[in-house]
């Protein structure tokens, strides 16, 4: 069985990699989410992993402590099969080692680390290499809450910024960020893809060259790539180059809409050192979220799939559909599109994310959105049940309105997040609520009134 935990002789836990095996055969990251990390012998058998519900851990000496603290504070380096101790649940908990351990694994990554949010994992990434002077590259458009980050607070800390769109080939752009740089230090570039709301692409490997080619005094920029919407399992930057990969866990990964949570992993070197800033910003996630997401892994890519199949149908309806005027969806990219060859690059399949336009702008928008039953009106996404929103008034209504028409965030786009239900229940919602518009308006509260009658019935 997998054990990740296990006493050395000097009381010290080691990694023991090689039990991901049965027999020959290599263990696929689901066969090990159940397990792998966790010994229950040193949990009174407990079958699954309790939860830790602890703030401080007693050490078994004063010489354990020492040591302790001296890996934590890095005043020395590791032995060969030393393990850092658990010393303070805002350094270290179990529950977030096991799940850090497990996260690793869809992405071939050498460590990792859990946050209380999303955005407190790309902050304390970002301050971990930003200092004043440097230059931020980054991919546009990126989710709401990063792009007011970056835009709001890191230029007030002498942070230089240098945008560029998703969907347009590298090559086309490289040499306009490296005159725009100019001489400067780029300790970080930062892309999201596929692009929040619109699925455009950004290519991995060619971020991966730009970076290389904007190396100062040998040290050449992290790259950090947001994988949330297609990632762990449909897409892999580290395979590709990238030396971080980010996650909102609050979506896919957590996936039932009940927690919110954020994850790195990457590099061992990088993640070391965005963990250590972690500790003394006191952005790690707590035990609870910790339990929490370990028990979403399980499930992690039945759901995913499930819910990429059922994206594949809702896309093809609206595709077909007269008020529809364009669909933004991975899996509808056509072949002589400039991005598909990325496409087939780097993304295993096309996610659940789906921006569609209705003919009319916001009113339109506003009228389809008023009228589902089934599917929620609500930001977030990567949840078991669908969610539909407005970009254009919600997510990224901080976006200047010439800026939001340029990335393709328009006034009638409606973004939807596919969830796991039946996919004729999904689009018999989607069709009913096309037919209401430009129907007359309806409010969202007298719509809502009416489902009580039925549902009563
Ligand atoms: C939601 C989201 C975030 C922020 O995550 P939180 O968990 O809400 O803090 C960052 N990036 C992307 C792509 C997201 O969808």
Redesign the pocket.
Known sequence: MAKYYKEGESGKRKLEPETMRVGKKQLQPESMMMTYGYDPELSEGALKCPIFQTSTFAFKSAEDGKAFFELALGLREKGPTEELGLIYSRLNNPDLEILENRLCLWDEAEAGAVFQ????A?ATSLLAYLRPGDVLVFSEPL?G??EYLIHHYLPEFGVGLVGFPAGVPMAELEAGIRERVGDRRVPAVLI?TPA?PTNHLVDIEGVVRLAQSLTRGGDSPVVMV?N??LGPLFQHPLALGADLVLY????FIGGHSDV???ACVGRREVVERIRTLRTFIGTAAGPWTGWLLLRSLETLKMRMTAQMKNARYVADYLNDHPKVKRVEYLGLLPEQHPMYAVYRKQCVAPGSLIAFEIDGGEGAAFQFLNHLKLISLAV??GGTESLAEHPASMTHSDVEPGDRERLGITEGLVRVSIGVEHFEDLIADIEQALEAVGAGAASRSATKERDVVKMSK
């Open positions: 949010s999303g955005m407190s790309i989710y809450g990063t999201e929040n947001d949330t919407f909102s866990a609050t979506k919110v949570a954020g977030s996404l």
